[in-house]
């Protein structure tokens, strides 16, 4: 785990001190962490008005010193909560991708009903599957995914168990990340198109999934909260 905090640190550092706009990309990963400003402050000793002169670019951008600790003050947070954030990126990095590509990885200890699943997504049914459970679930950026990985790579999204849900972020009409599964046997169990209407959907996306005896839904509600309900499954 100290070596998933180390890498997550460094990514979080460099993201921030690298941006055109380091006050909203602070703002961005305490939102992400479901940190207060008041929290975020008292774990660093300074006034919650710090922190949002900081993210309001009040201030003028901080120094690698007040990233560094502001980094720090994140995780130390995550960690006294139990480490969710933290495992959840362990989890990514120990499947071998790369965070920006793969925003949760995770088996479940016992099978999670498929209606249980896609109420954690807020998603919609659209086509009904041969699997009415799921062992585990991927989380992925489908934009990266079918930019950066080999089918060899894109297999390895299935984790332990291909009885697994696939979520794909970032859609807009569904069709590459559908015809991209078609390339890879066997097929997941349910797969979720996030940010898309159901109206958007690509037109041949519920007969693909019929094919392949596939559950598909959709999902447009906000990623942050779906992800923190899916850690309760």
């Known amino acids: 785990m100290s070596d ?4 997550l640190s460094r990514r979080i550092a460099g993201e921030i001190t690298l941006s055109d706009d380091p ?10 962490f479901d940190v207060s400003q008041t929290e975020l402050a008292d774990q660093l000793g300074v006034s919650s008005s710090v922190v949002s002169d900081y993210e309001s670019g009040r201030r003028e951008s901080p120094g690698i010193g007040v990233v560094r600790r502001t980094v720090e003050g994140l995780l130390d947070i995550d960690e006294r909560r139990g480490g969710g ?12 991708f790369e965070s920006d590509i793969v925003h949760d990885l995770r088996e479940y200890s016992t099978a999670v009903p498929l209606s249980e699943f896609y109420e954690a997504m807020g998603a919609t049914e659209i086509v009904r599957g041969d699997h009415d459970h799921v062992n585990g679930h991927t989380v992925i950026d489908s934009i990266q995914a079918i930019t950066r990985l080999s089918s060899e790579e894109f297999y390895r999204l299935y984790g332990q168990s291909t009885n697994r849900a696939l979520v794909f972020t970032r859609v807009t009409r569904g069709e590459s990340p559908l015809v991209a599964l078609r390339v890879v046997s066997p097929t997941p169990n349910a797969v979720v198109l996030h940010g898309i209407e159901d109206g958007d959907l690509w037109d041949h996306a519920a007969d693909l999934a019929r094919v392949d005896g596939v559950s598909l839904a959709t999902s447009n509600r906000d990623l942050d909260d779906c992800l923190a309900d899916l850690q309760a499954l």
């Not at 998933?4 to 890498?7: G, P, T």
């Not at 006050?23 to 992400?32: E, H, N």
């Open 4 to 7: 998933a905090r180390e890498e």
């Open 85 to 96: 954030r933290l495992r959840q990126h362990a989890r990514v990095l120990s499947a071998g």
């Open 23 to 32: 006050g909203a990309t602070l703002r961005k990963w305490r939102t992400d």
